[in-house]
């Protein structure tokens, strides 16, 4: 993300800037410090897009996998019904179905519960993500 990359000139303008003799602080050009700000602020509505695209994101996920599991709930029906059909093998037939039923559905919650986690993740990472270079940026105008 170019939020961090201005950050980090943003710092390495502090570090490299004249000290003020006995008091802790630094002089900065002015003008350098309002042009890093000001690329900081372009980028934020870039990084929320990215993080909105992400959260857009996990409504499809979820739907690909509840299409998913609806597709393999219908194919154990489907092969439950046929196997039902035969007359020869129907007990067993039945049986069956019931497994292939069981196993559609235990998998398409671990699908679900899946798209689910890996959404979380991907929301939690870029909230955690903005949330310090919030802090950064915080930390750097009360320096400033």
């Not at 008091?23 to 602020?41: P, S």
């Not at 996920?61 to 219908?74: D, F, G, L, T």
Request: charged share 35%.
């Amino acid at each position: 993300m170019e939020v961090m990359r201005y950050i980090e000139d943003l710092k390495d303008l502090l570090e490299v800037s004249s000290t003020i003799p006995l008091t802790g602080k630094v002089m900065v050009d002015k003008e350098e410090v309002n042009e890093l700000l000001n690329q900081i602020e372009s980028q934020f509505p870039q990084d929320l897009a990215e993080a909105q695209s992400i959260r857009d994101r996990k409504d499809e996920i979820v739907n690909e996998a509840n299409m998913q599991a609806k597709q393999i709930i219908q194919a154990a029906h489907v092969e439950a019904q046929k196997l039902v059909n035969e007359d020869e093998i129907t007990l067993a037939a039945q049986e069956q179905a019931r497994e292939i039923m069981n196993r559609a559905e235990i998998e398409s919650d671990q699908i679900r519960l899946s798209a689910r986690d890996y959404v979380d993740n991907m929301l939690e990472n870029t909230q955690v993500h903005l949330s310090d270079m919030i802090k950064t940026i915080n930390e750097n105008r009360k320096e400033l």
